[in-house]
């Protein structure tokens, strides 16, 4: 199983950018990848967009249960459906959007590239922030250091480190360092597996710590 991050509510990471959050009003997936034996207890997942590690059919059907709600970009839809998420339970998100899905408050954020062509920001991909107990949990998706990721107010942030697709550590600490108020808790994702080595996760507090004249806490997943 993997490590619990935080409390209330508690998240941990699976693999890669799967994220997992519970709470007192259920348990929400992000992007579940790579999941063996799970418990089919999710009330909510969201998907960020139709990339194999983003989307993962056989994790989905692990994840759901008989009342889950989906939510995807448009372009995802059509993929989660055929994964086996009942259409009339699938929300279709665009950047910008608030939404209200399975009793959980969710805002839409633009994910996109600038450098580089893996996530075009015509496609409207997406991050999400979700509130569970209390706080606002942003997990940022296939992303860059964009205006759109600085602007969330949140107080934890899921953000990828590992490069090649999306930010470095050195420009993930600088998009934590730039969020104004900073999150209370940065948590790296996107590495160790697809993209990007184990010690980046290290790398990233390390780059953080030297940006922020405020304690910001770093959990590793791995």
Known sequence: M?????QNPQISINVHSSVRIAGAAGVVYVDPFEIENAPADAALVLVTHSHYD??????IRAVAAAGTWFAAPAESVDALVAAGAPAERVVSV????SHEIAGFAVEVVAAYNLNKNFHPRDNQWVGYVVESDGRRVYVCGDTDNTPEARGVVCDIVCVPVGGTYTTTAEEAADLVAAMNPAPLLAIPEHYG???????AGVRFGKELAARVGR???VALPY
């Open 2 to 6: 993997a490590t619990v991050l935080c």
């Open 94 to 97: 665009s950047p910008g959007e």
């Open 193 to 199: 597996s697809v993209a990007g080595d184990k010690a």
């Open 215 to 217: 304690a910001v806490e």
């Open 54 to 59: 983003h989307l993962d059919p056989e994790s």
